[in-house]
């Protein structure tokens, strides 16, 4: 056992079929986590295009037929092959089974099939990408995605094969969770990021389905000609609105609560202190999850919905504030007093509550009807869901991100670099998107190639923006290519955080505990505040 | 694996004891079938709607589906829902010979059903009573007849998907159960494609109704 190197799932098994063919949660979670980073590095790339795009008024770096491609394609491969799969996929199938005292997940055959699932998906995407392209938007709304002579149908039917992927990851967690908790693991003492994905997980399953008829009807709309979406033939446009957001509006907390979980972790470890509120924070990500389901019509203000479809909505919309803010304020009340560790997955969590803030109360204006009706289809929307999503869910994704990585490669990255790296997105992202609610204030639409000259100062910046924040990124990709070869060894606990996973060697044996653990605590029983492995 | 001495063989090494893994497995399924049942959802919704924007339409086209034909199916579903949950009793039974009988009912009633389906659709081809661009039939008052058999067609048609799915895991079935693979002590695999086959039993019994017997 003890030769060099002690055996841990890294290097138990050596060669690539031992990868391919791996059902071990861990393996698989990092062959999740390298697609989703491939795939973040397409839609970033597309992004930077686009802001080059738009760092001056007239369209003249890409025509605005190419434009439109630029961002139907960003937002497609964000949404579908990035954000979706990325923390409950990656980080969670890491984590999960960890965090509960279990061996591995309750189905780690179904949890292979998923990965290779999604890459079928996402070579469906890739070869829409290849042949053309799609410019519809990442929503095909109808009529349009059915007359366009643009690849929609194997992007569609690439997220329609994705949509099963995120299916069996939901499915899997919710069985893992309900059968394989280690003894003494009872409902109220598991972490809250498993909570998160509890609450993902449902909505996974309950709201993806529905996409996939959805998807499968556009498709066979567009191929056959059905008629149930096209007025012409005495269907119905906004009946696709309603089907699409009927899932899509959960799918963004599908991308959001597993990132809140994550915040919960790092914030009660690196503030060496007991998370504040832990059952309100439980119970309000189901609340997220329930209310998820009943707010859709939001985003269809203008499409002609009945009034009282539209208050109801409306009000519904001002619900799903609550259990958010609920989660904020407990947040904040875990730092009062903690001992406050400031390394980068702190920095980023602290990034998190300052920017989701922002996009979430932003999110309040637009479920406003009156406001949204003036702000529908500007910039302001951008910047609202990039807050949500770039500010929220992906500084979570960072911020787990640099909290596991010891755990899941045994190396230390460079701490100094890290900051750097954190400091630059931060202020990058603020220039990107903040400039953008400003831009949306005085009118500029979303979707546009060129526009008029008054708005040049604002792009300009957002442009600039966009290059800081993506040096930033870079530099990220650089110190945790080099941590992997040369970053220091990372001891199992170097945290001193208290949950199951730092009680194992890092990186942790196959099996992962070598005796079933029993639990007789509460996650976070930090004794009182003291430092790092204090 | 260190724990191997009292592991039973159909035991997978993270499941601590035989029926935690049972429950896993019946959760598990149980979930999946709700997913199937929000799929369909979605086509039930647009049923419902398209049936309250044009309920004279779906009342004239549904003449033009044979009941005689439905009834049918109808019973031979039913009854190989019936021999599934045989097929199940008879390996908790232990009764080898008689479960791979009840296996193989269930597997020719079911290709019986696609065979009256079959029928059914080659008719309405021949007729052009078809979804939407391709519909050329003449014989049904009213604007967008077509959209009947659009929802029809969807419906029956992903319903008819899940049929040829449930047979050929019923196939596999038939082949693990002569090997011995099942017995009383361990049928799971039976047990979970009985679920689904009801499920997919169930889905029809839903569809008949709505498309042969609008009143």
């Known amino acids: 056992m003890s030769d060099t190197a002690p055996k841990n799932y890294l290097n138990e098994q050596k060669g690539i079929k031992s990868w391919l063919l791996t059902h071990d949660h861990k393996r698989i979670g990092l062959l999740y986590l390298y697609s989703i980073m491939t795939f973040f590095l397409v839609g970033g790339v597309f992004a930077v295009m686009m802001r080059l795009e738009l760092w001056t008024p007239p369209s003249d770096l890409f025509s605005p037929d190419t434009y439109n491609q630029l961002f139907t394609l960003h937002g497609a491969v964000m949404i579908f092959l990035f954000i979706i799969p990325s923390i409950p996929a990656a980080l969670g199938n890491f984590v999960l089974p960890l965090h509960i005292g279990a061996k591995d997940v309750a189905f780690?055959?179904?949890?292979?099939?998923?990965?290779?699932?999604?890459?079928?998906?996402?070579?469906?995407?890739?070869?829409?990408?290849?042949?053309?392209?799609?410019?519809?938007?990442?929503?095909?709304?109808?009529?349009?995605?059915?007359?366009?002579?643009?690849?929609?149908?194997?992007?569609?039917f690439g997220a329609f094969v994705m949509g099963f992927s995120s299916i069996f990851t939901g499915l899997n967690f919710i069985v893992t969770i309900h059968k394989l908790r280690a003894p003494g693991m009872t409902w109220f003492r598991m972490p809250l990021f498993v909570w998160g994905l509890y609450a993902t997980a449902i909505i996974q399953v309950l709201a993806t389905p529905v996409l996939g008829i959805t998807l499968a009807l556009l498709i066979m709309e567009r191929v056959v000609g059905i008629g149930i979406f096209d007025p012409a033939m005495g269907g119905d446009p906004v009946l696709y609105q309603h089907f699409f957001w009927f899932y899509s509006h959960p799918a963004v907390y599908i991308m959001i609560l597993p990132g809140m979980g994550i915040i919960s972790e790092v914030i009660s470890a690196l503030s060496h202190k007991k998370i504040f509120g832990y059952k309100a924070i439980a119970f309000s990500s189901l609340g997220i999850a329930l209310t998820s389901f009943l707010v859709w019509g939001h985003h269809m203000f203008i499409s002609g919905q009945s009034e009282l479809a539209a208050m109801v909505f409306s009000f519904l919309t001002f619900f799903v504030g609550i259990p958010?803010?609920?989660?904020?304020?407990?947040?904040?009340?875990?730092?009062?007093?903690?001992?406050?560790?400031?390394?980068?997955?702190?920095?980023?969590?602290?990034?998190?509550?300052?920017?989701?803030?922002?996009?979430?109360?932003?999110?309040?204006?637009?479920?406003?009807?009156?406001?949204?009706?003036?702000?529908?289809?500007?910039?302001?929307?951008?910047?609202?869901?990039?807050?949500?999503?770039?500010?929220?869910?992906?500084?979570?994704?960072?911020?787990?991100?640099?909290?596991?990585?010891?755990?899941?490669?045994?190396?230390?990255?460079?701490?100094?670099?890290?900051?750097?790296?954190?400091?630059?997105?931060?202020?990058?992202?603020?220039?990107?998107?903040?400039?953008?609610?400003?831009?949306g204030i005085q009118g500029m639409p979303r979707r546009y190639a060129s526009y008029p000259e008054q708005f040049a100062p604002l792009h300009g910046y957002s442009s600039v923006g966009s290059l800081i924040m993506a040096a930033g990124f870079i530099l990220m990709g650089f110190y945790l290519f080099y941590s992997l070869f040369k970053g220091a060894r990372a001891d199992k606990n170097p945290w001193g955080a208290t949950t199951l996973e730092w009680s194992i060697a890092s990186p942790p044996p196959s099996g992962n505990f070598d005796n079933v653990p029993t639990i007789d605590s509460d996650p976070y029983e930090y004794k009182t505040a003291a430092g790092p492995n204090g | 694996m260190s724990h191997s001495s009292d592991h039973p063989a159909n035991l997978a090494h993270h499941f601590t004891e035989v029926e935690q893994q049972q429950e896993s497995a019946k959760l598990g399924m149980w979930l999946f079938l709700l997913t199937e049942i929000l799929l369909f959802g979605g086509l039930f919704c647009f049923y419902a709607i398209f049936r309250a924007w044009n309920p004279d339409i779906f009342h004239n086209a549904h003449f033009h589906l044979d009941v005689v034909m439905g009834t049918l199916n109808t019973v031979v579903l039913i009854t190989s829902s019936v021999t599934m949950a045989l097929a199940i009793r008879s390996l908790q039974l232990d009764q080898k010979r008689a479960a791979l009988w009840f296996l193989w009912s269930t597997l020719i009633l079911a290709g019986i059903f696609l065979?009256?389906?079959?029928?059914?659709?080659?008719?309405?081809?021949?007729?052009?009573?078809?979804?939407?661009?391709?519909?050329?039939?003449?014989?049904?008052?009213?604007?967008?007849?077509?959209?009947?058999?659009?929802?029809?067609?969807?419906?029956?048609?992903?319903?008819?998907?899940?049929?040829?799915?449930?047979?050929?895991?019923?196939?596999?079935?038939?082949?693990?159960?002569?090997?011995?693979?099942?017995?009383?002590?361990?049928?799971?695999?039976?047990?979970?494609?009985?679920?689904?086959?009801?499920?997919?039993?169930?889905?029809?019994?839903?569809?008949?109704?709505?498309?042969?017997?609008?009143?």
């Open chain 1, 108 to 156: 780690p055959r179904l949890n292979l099939a998923s990965w290779y699932i999604f890459i079928i998906g996402a070579l469906f995407a890739v070869y829409s990408l290849v042949s053309g392209g799609v410019d519809t938007g990442w929503t095909f709304y109808t009529p349009y995605s059915v007359t366009t002579s643009t690849a929609v149908v194997p992007m569609v």
């Open chain 1, 324 to 439: 958010s803010g609920i989660k904020m304020f407990n947040w904040v009340a875990t730092l009062y007093k903690g001992s406050i560790d400031l390394r980068a997955p702190m920095l980023y969590a602290l990034a998190f509550l300052f920017l989701f803030s922002i996009g979430g109360l932003t999110g309040i204006f637009l479920g406003a009807m009156s406001v949204d009706v003036f702000l529908h289809d500007t910039y302001f929307i951008v910047a609202h869901f990039h807050y949500v999503m770039v500010g929220g869910t992906v500084m979570a994704l960072l911020a787990g991100l640099h909290y596991w990585w010891p755990k899941m490669f045994g190396r230390m990255y460079s701490e100094g670099m890290a900051r750097v790296s954190a400091l630059l997105i931060f202020v990058g992202f603020n220039m990107t998107f903040f400039t953008q609610f400003m831009l």
């Open chain 2, 115 to 215: 065979v009256v389906k079959y029928f059914e659709y080659a008719h309405k081809f021949h007729l052009g009573q078809l979804p939407g661009k391709y519909y050329t039939f003449q014989g049904i008052e009213g604007t967008n007849p077509h959209i009947f058999f659009s929802v029809y067609f969807l419906m029956t048609g992903l319903h008819g998907i899940h049929v040829i799915a449930g047979m050929s895991i019923i196939g596999w079935l038939i082949v693990k159960t002569s090997r011995n693979r099942f017995s009383s002590q361990y049928y799971t695999p039976v047990e979970m494609t009985g679920l689904y086959w009801h499920l997919v039993d169930l889905i029809w019994i839903f569809l008949f109704p709505m498309f042969y017997l609008i009143g």
